[in-house]
């Protein structure tokens, strides 16, 4: 396979945009193709079925386009994949086993917390992946459904009133509970961690599932010699199956990229 082609991210929204960033951080030379299903947002409300036939619609756009690796920047697809045995393409990768890695590398009292949606967290993937990795580690979950139409509807300031209300109802048990690292199981949810650390605490670290399933990817890549060889920063193109306009309006919360150009597109064409 050409290192040269791009790599391709998905999500059911705009949350997957953290994880493109930490590609232009991790893997700046890399091009990316990234595609938000907003007419479909979100997922974590659908049936696994649903969700199953998503991702497969989302991964058959991408390779359409000639990536050569795919990172479903997505908590609840990553989930389905996983209850379905994973991801049968080596080249392709989700957040749930990254992102349980880190929390176990980094756990010191073996309290580790997961918030997510509510596929999700019913799964039971990432506890999974975390027992896996810590045997005798205590998990502990909350789907926080909420969570995600108040990031892509833009509440995401630490002083925002209703969405630290919210906020404080999902996290303070799980703060009770004493742990002392919480995995950010859903791609939206950097872009209220200050909300969610000025709540927990500065003692409680936080992992981002999408940097965790980038730093993952580079390592694949690596070992197939499938890194990009240029010099030169990579490009960004990215597709939406809801309007272009609001995407690209909403877009700038999600990524540092001050003239943001999208292409709407349907999935069945």
Same mark, same amino acid.
């Given at each position: 396979? !050409?290192?040269? +082609?791009? =790599?391709?991210?998905? %999500?059911?929204?705009?949350?997957?945009?953290?994880?493109?960033?930490?590609?232009?951080? =991790?893997?700046?030379?890399? #091009?990316?193709?990234? +595609?938000? #299903?907003?007419?479909?947002?979100?997922?974590?409300?659908?049936?696994?079925?649903?969700?199953?036939?998503?991702?497969?619609? %989302?991964?058959?756009?991408?390779?359409?386009?000639?990536?050569?690796?795919?990172?479903?920047?997505?908590?609840?697809?990553? &989930?389905? @994949? @996983? &209850?379905?045995?994973?991801?049968? #393409?080596?080249?392709?990768?989700?957040?749930?086993?990254? &992102?349980?890695?880190?929390?176990? *590398?980094?756990?010191?009292?073996r309290r580790i917390g997961v918030i997510a949606t509510g596929t999700s967290i019913k799964s039971g993937s990432y506890e999974k992946a975390i027992k896996k990795a810590l045997p005798g580690a205590e998990v502990i979950s909350k789907a926080c459904p909420m969570f995600v139409p +108040?990031?892509?509807?833009?509440?995401?300031?630490?002083?925002?009133?209703?969405?630290?209300?919210?906020? !404080?109802?999902?996290?303070?048990?799980?703060?009770?509970?004493?742990?002392?690292?919480?995995?950010?199981?859903?791609?939206?949810?950097?872009? =209220?961690?200050?909300?969610?650390? %000025?709540?927990?605490?500065?003692?409680?670290?936080?992992?981002?599932?999408?940097?965790?399933?980038?730093?993952?990817?580079? *390592?694949?890549?690596?070992?197939?010699?499938?890194?990009? *060889?240029?010099? &030169?920063?990579?490009? +960004?193109?990215?597709?939406?199956? #809801?309007?272009?306009?609001?995407?690209?309006?909403?877009?700038?919360?999600?990524?540092?990229?001050? %003239?943001?150009?999208?292409?709407?597109?349907?999935?069945?064409?």
């Amino acid at each position: 396979m !050409e290192s040269a +082609l791009p =790599i391709g991210v998905f %999500d059911s929204g705009l949350g997957g945009l953290t994880a493109v960033n930490e590609i232009r951080k =991790i893997l700046p030379n890399e #091009d990316i193709i990234y +595609l938000g #299903d907003t007419a479909r947002v979100p997922y974590g409300t659908r049936s696994r079925e649903t969700i199953l036939e998503y991702a497969e619609e %989302d991964l058959g756009f991408l390779k359409s386009r000639g990536v050569k690796y795919v990172i479903a920047a997505c908590g609840t697809v990553s &989930s389905v @994949m @996983m &209850s379905e045995g994973g991801f049968r #393409d080596r080249l392709c990768n989700g957040v749930i086993e990254p &992102s349980a890695a880190a929390a176990c *590398k980094i756990t010191k009292n073996r309290r580790i917390g997961v918030i997510a949606t509510g596929t999700s967290i019913k799964s039971g993937s990432y506890e999974k992946a975390i027992k896996k990795a810590l045997p005798g580690a205590e998990v502990i979950s909350k789907a926080c459904p909420m969570f995600v139409p +108040l990031v892509e509807n833009g509440y995401i300031q630490r002083d925002c009133i209703p969405a630290v209300k919210i906020a !404080e109802e999902y996290l303070l048990p799980l703060k009770d509970a004493g742990i002392d690292t919480l995995i950010l199981g859903c791609t939206h949810y950097p872009l =209220i961690s200050g909300i969610i650390s %000025d709540i927990l605490g500065e003692e409680v670290s936080l992992i981002s599932s999408g940097a965790e399933a980038v730093r993952y990817a580079k *390592k694949v890549l690596e070992e197939n010699g499938l890194l990009n *060889k240029k010099s &030169s920063p990579g490009e +960004l193109r990215l597709y939406s199956t #809801d309007s272009a306009e609001l995407f690209e309006e909403n877009a700038c919360r999600f990524i540092d990229i001050k %003239d943001v150009k999208v292409e709407q597109i349907r999935l069945e064409e």
